[in-house]
């Protein structure tokens, strides 16, 4: 189906609007004019969804925040909200940590991204007046968690690559791999870091072929290392939790791996979701990395620490820890959504410190003086 023109086609609904990225997303939309409904776990806590109530005096759209559970997306909870919408963009993601639903477990990791997904799609066919889904998938999707199958470090992932990527019969042959030390088999899909990986592939691929069945666009973005600024509390969590490590003088890595930080701001994040919808370019199965902009914006774990140091000399950044070496891997980068879309992205410096002032002013973290 073709792009929206913008606003004046309808109202938009988004998953997960109380989230790190989709509350960027939230407040992007009303800025831009569009009616918003969002959706989140429960409407009743202001902890979540005060942020978003608060954006409704700021305009000049506006959010209708509505209770929908992620995981009852298969018992049509969502066809109310999606029917008159112009564009849906699923954003939620259930990673497994909510103990309202139980032990984390790897096969709740892939239900938290690919069955809850295949339940939204089918209520945005249901609704039909939906043109376009704008799906939020991750690196993970591109160059997986450990897959076993990943090129090398210095290798730089491209917008078509996939995690787990090869002619496979079923799921279980796709996630499991030949162990370079033992030689022996290991299924993957039995992990939950891997889990996640798996599920966001699966989701993606499903999504597309989705879309061309029905005739409506599903367009995504794959996000590496989130950060930017925290609206609530309940958003310092991983790798923005990490950086309040630091600021507590802390190491904020232990047990992370020693990879490099690719960072994307959740603004830009935010936008580029938005440009998505509108954009003639993108088409069903158009699929945007969005990482750093250049390499200036894949930081080993030292220089995190060092430009951190810079920004804020007076605060004792990650103690007296001393990284190991950092892999040479992630390497990816936004260029075909800042080509194709036109985004603008926040320097990296611009994204720590939003980071680390709304750490400060909104979760309440009390920095180590040096």
Known sequence: MPHISGPADGPVAVTGASGYIGAQLVKNLISDGYTVRGCVRDATRQDKVGYLNALNDQGPGSIEILSRDLFQAADGVYDDVFQGCS????????LGTDPTYGDRSPQRTFDGCMTTTTGVLDSCAKAGSVQRVVYTSSLAAV???GSGGAPGDGYEYQ???????????TIEHRWTVTSPRTGELRKLWTL??????MGKVEAEQYAYKWGAETGIDVVTCNPCHVLGPLMGKAH???????????????????GRGNILWNIIDNRDIAESQRLMAVSDVATNGSRYILAATEASGELTVQQLIDTLQQIYPDTDIAGDYAPPPTADTPHAKSTKAIRELGLTTHSVRDTLTATVDSLISVAGIVPKAR
């Open 87 to 94: 564009v849906v963009f699923h954003v939620a993601a259930d």
């Open 143 to 145: 160059a997986g968690l």
């Open 159 to 169: 917008d078509d690559d996939w995690a787990g990527a090869g002619p496979y019969e």
């Open 192 to 197: 939950e870091r891997q889990a996640y990986a």
């Open 236 to 254: 310092n969590t991983t790798w923005q939790q990490r950086i309040g490590q630091m600021l507590q003088g802390e190491n904020g890595h232990e």
